[in-house]
Structures are given as structure tokens and as C-alpha cells.
């Protein structure tokens, strides 16, 4: 059985100073030091291959852990953050117009083709989450590190469950009911050889926002 093990990037120098989260911005210290702590984690997973998305962040998250199993980093887009408006991006969470920005994009994220500015919408999401499982599920390795975001996991957990049949509503219901990603947080993937009659999908989310290593 294949398995892949999800790694949210460490803490940035935007998510400490509750900014959103520009594509260059770097990890913290405090990032950093979480990135250490996974890495050891995951020299006692049978990781065969690591993956990271191209965005800073995951970069210097990924080089970290590099470094400690001993793996060279392979990068692949199609696990990068969600691409929100250029209006916000680097704006305090709490600034009036970023408010209002995300009351926006929350009210109409299940509308079909609605976008705010430029920024990604749930088609978009879920292609991008459809094909990046489709990359994993197709490559000869059967454990494989990927070091991503925290929005976008949660889509990609929705696509898990629900598969391609997934709905802009079922994708709001598990990014609500599913507890707040941690930093460096473990979240476990696994492939099933066949689908189950009942099953949307061959995929099984097997664990959640493991944060233990942190303490």
C-alpha cells in the first residue's frame, strides 16, 4: 500500500506576525526549529522520496528535513498554497479590507466559477488537488514525504475523501469540520489497491494534524 506522508511547512515570519503569506515569504526561527523536529521524526518513517512545493516556505521546510534523512528534494507545484488575491497578500488578517476580502471569498466559494481578483477558486483548488494525488499515486516509490500548506491540505484531504466527484460544498464541510493545521503538522495518506464499493475514492486519510513531535 502506497503512503504518503503530508507535511505542513514551519511556521513563516507572516504566519507569526498574522500576515497572509506572500510566495517568497521565509520561515521564522521559530519555523526553522520545527522543521528540525519533524526532520527527525521522519528519519524514522520508511520515507523513500521527498517532495515540496516550489513556494519558499515548503522550500526551506523540505532542505531542512533534507538534510537530517538524507534525501535530495524533488519540487512540484502542484502542492503550493493556495493563490489568493494580490490585494492581500502580506496584509494583517485583522486589516478592514482583508476582512472584508475573506468574507467575500468565504460566502461564495461554493458559487461555480466565482473568484475574488486573482486569486485561485475551488475549480482551481481541486484540479490542482486531483492532479497532484494522481502524480503521487502514479510514482514507483510507496512512502513519499510532502511538504505543503495549510489551506490547501485541507482541500487535498477533501479530494482524499470524496475523490473527483468532489463539490465546492462537500470541500467547505471538511475544511469546518477538521481541526486547525499545526505548523510541521503529520498528516497520513494511504492508497488502496481497489476502491471500495461504498468508497468515492481509493484514497484514505489514515491520520490528521499529528503534532506530538512538537511537544
Known amino acids: 500500500m502506497k503512503t504518503i506522508y503530508f507535511v505542513r511547512h514551519g511556521q513563516s515570519e507572516n504566519n507569526a506576525a498574522r500576515r497572509y503569506n506572500t510566495l517568497d515569504t521565509p520561515l521564522s526561527e521559530k519555523g526553522k526549529a520545527q522543521a ?4 527527525e521524526r521522519l528519519t524514522k518513517l520508511p520515507v523513500e522520496v521527498l517532495v515540496a512545493s516550489d513556494m519558499l516556505r515548503a522550500q526551506q521546510t523540505a532542505h531542512i528535513i533534507s ?35 475573506v468574507r467575500q471569498i468565504e460566502e461564495n ?24 494525488l494522481q502524480y503521487l499515486a502514479q510514482r514507483d516509490e510507496k512512502n513519499i514525504a510532502v511538504v505543503t500548506h495549510g489551506f490547501f491540505m485541507y482541500v487535498i484531504a477533501a479530494a482524499l475523501i470524496f475523490g473527483s466527484e468532489l463539490t465546492s460544498v462537500e470541500c467547505l464541510h471538511i475544511i469546518d469540520g477538521l481541526e486547525e493545521l499545526e505548523n510541521t503538522s503529520l498528516t497520513v495518506a494511504k492508497l488502496r489497491e481497489t476502491k471500495k464499493e461504498r468508497s468515492r475514492s481509493k484514497w484514505r486519510l489514515a491520520v490528521w494534524n499529528d503534532h506530538a513531535h512538537l511537544g
Open 109 to 132: 466559494f461554493h458559487i461555480p466559477g466565482w473568484r475574488y481578483e486573482d486569486g485561485e477558486n475551488f475549480e482551481d483548488l481541486k484540479e490542482r488537488a486531483m492532479n497532484g
Open 36 to 39: 528540525a523536529t519533524i526532520g
Open 67 to 101: 538534510e537530517r534523512v538524507g534525501l535530495p528534494i524533488e519540487t512540484a507545484s502542484y502542492f503550493r498554497e493556495r493563490v489568493s488575491a494580490s490585494s492581500i497578500l502580506g496584509k494583517k488578517r485583522d486589516d478592514p479590507t482583508t476582512v472584508e476580502a
